[in-house]
């Protein structure tokens, strides 16, 4: 398949037309009340706030599909794993992920950037799989960041659980290791 020919002059004006309009997005939600102070982080957890718990949840079988079962139990012990992922990056990818989240719950961006017009928790999954491959498949680099961000941490939820090893054929770490943890 042959690889489209993009003009110089194309190229730029696409560059300029997504700078824009992050700036514009970045400002609206600086104005908004967006990132106006730190996050409230939910009751029992470490990072994660009640939205970006809705946020999750709401992912969690989208990103994991059949494999993740409907047990509670499991979807909260999903979510508590992407908390503690969250809590342990480093000062600069936590800030960034903020913003990321904060983004997200921000109606007008949600409603124009992903294509939700529900609140995460109410969101249809065909609509929130219509958002990942938008994202996913979009021609600007920081959607494709925000995909790939987004569903490695829904996927580290239910993936890291023993749970879930037998589904993969995973046998689980090797006994020296876990052996070498407890040392």
């Not at 709401?58 to 809590?87: F, K, M, Q, W, Y």
């Not at 928790?121 to 920081?142: G, I, K, T, V």
């Amino acid at each position: 398949m042959p690889v489209p020919q993009i003009s110089r002059r194309r190229f730029l004006e696409l560059g300029a037309t997504g700078a824009l309009s992050l700036a514009a997005f970045g400002t609206a939600a600086t104005l908004a009340g967006c990132s106006s102070g730190p996050t409230r982080v939910a009751a029992g957890y470490r990072w994660l706030s009640d939205e970006d718990l809705a946020l999750f949840g709401a992912l969690l079988p989208v990103v994991n599909g059949p494999a993740l079962p409907a047990d509670a139990r499991v979807r909260t012990e999903a979510l508590r794993r992407i908390d503690l992922a969250c809590s342990c990056l480093a000062a600069p990818a936590q800030a960034q992920t903020r913003q990321l989240l904060e983004l997200l719950h921000w109606s007008p961006f949600r409603r124009f950037a992903c294509g939700v017009t529900a609140r995460w928790d109410r969101a249809a999954p065909a609509e929130l799989l219509a958002f990942l491959h938008a994202w996913r498949d979009s021609r600007l680099q920081l959607f494709n960041a925000g995909y790939r961000g987004l569903t490695r941490l829904a996927a580290l939820g239910w993936w890291s659980q023993p749970q879930s090893w037998a589904s993969s054929r995973y046998p689980g770490p090797p006994a020296w290791a876990v052996a070498a943890l407890k040392a």
